[in-house]
């Protein structure tokens, strides 16, 4: 994985998402994060992934116990059912991995509940198979600060990628001339960025306020 220069950065037509258990009984347990912080930015990254094509992988582990995958974040893909795992590991499950294999993408980006167990097992694994892995720290959590944490710097030692949700739909726009996805990103970063879309907000109004006074 190159450390540095541009092919560093991710780029929409080479990453593949894959978001994990993001269900009920985890965020249950969830204590390194408010868990209404962590449902807002996954719903963000994926609407961010969907907005530039980005291919997602929603998965569950056994959701007859731990309950389905949050409403918001199944929403945004209302057709695609979540692959339900035994497995802990989501990297030992082919069903998961057979279509990461088969998309021939090398930018893995993971998010999960929780970060010790179901984000740090995938991540290590993959990394030992050649793939580029990006963890997304804001849309993943443990059940202590220090069990997120220690699993953070247990996967940078790894090889992997600490980033935010908005650090990588930032690096798939890249250039705010690339109008189509700008316009549509415009709406993700209004509904999920917080103040960042308070504050684009306030420069729509702004735009709209000198137009209207130019005619």
Request: hydrophobic fraction near 45%; proline fraction near 6%; aromatic fraction near 6%.
């Amino acid at each position: 994985m190159p450390k540095s220069g541009l092919p560093a950065l991710l780029r929409p037509e080479d990453s593949i998402v894959v978001l994990i258990d993001h269900q009920p009984y985890q965020f249950a347990n969830l204590h390194s994060h408010e868990p209404t912080l962590i449902a807002n930015n996954v719903i963000g990254l994926a609407k961010g992934a969907k907005t530039f094509n980005v291919p997602t992988i929603l998965t569950t582990v056994i959701e007859e116990r731990g309950g389905y995958l949050i409403k918001g974040l199944q929403d945004v893909f209302p057709d695609q059912k979540p692959i339900n795992r035994t497995f802990i590991n989501t990297w030992q499950d082919p069903n998961v991995t057979d279509i990461v294999k088969k998309s021939g993408r090398k930018q893995l980006i993971l998010a999960a509940l929780w970060t010790e167990i179901c984000l740090a097992m995938p991540a290590i694994q993959a990394l030992g198979e050649g793939y580029d892995v990006f963890v997304v720290t804001d849309a993943s959590g443990g059940v202590t600060p220090e069990a997120h944490d220690m699993a953070v710097r247990r996967m940078v030692q790894a090889g992997a990628v600490p980033i935010t949700w908005m650090a990588v739909i930032s690096e798939w726009q890249r250039d705010w001339a690339r109008v189509d996805s700008a316009n549509a990103l415009s709406k993700v970063v209004l509904e999920h960025a917080g103040a960042s879309g308070i504050a684009l907000a306030w420069e729509l109004q702004l735009l709209e306020t000198t137009a209207k006074s130019a005619k």
